[in-house]
């Protein structure tokens, strides 16, 4: 059975700021669900996400870590 958590009780479980979990929340880069106006968060999701170093869901650290290094540089300036 999950365990929905909402912004709130996501940051003290993880102990980090509020601020920034809403952020990566609407960066689509911390696994969440909006219901309404409101975050939820399924703690197994968080916990599977924390544990693949914050990456999201079904993508490997692995392959983050490529993705990030492989990004070509902005060169628009």
Do not use: C
């Not at 909402?6 to 929340?25: C, H, W």
């Not at 197994?44 to 924390?50: A, K, L």
């Amino acid at each position: 059975m999950a365990i929905w958590l909402d912004l709130d009780q996501l940051g003290e479980y993880l102990r980090v700021p509020k601020s920034t979990l809403y952020r990566l929340a609407q960066q689509g880069r911390l696994p969440g669900h909006k219901v309404g106006r409101a975050w939820r968060f399924d703690q197994n999701e968080v916990d599977e996400w924390i544990k693949t170093g914050g990456t999201k869901p079904g993508v490997s650290v692995h392959e983050a870590s490529n993705r990030a290094t492989t990004q070509k540089p902005d060169t628009s300036s």
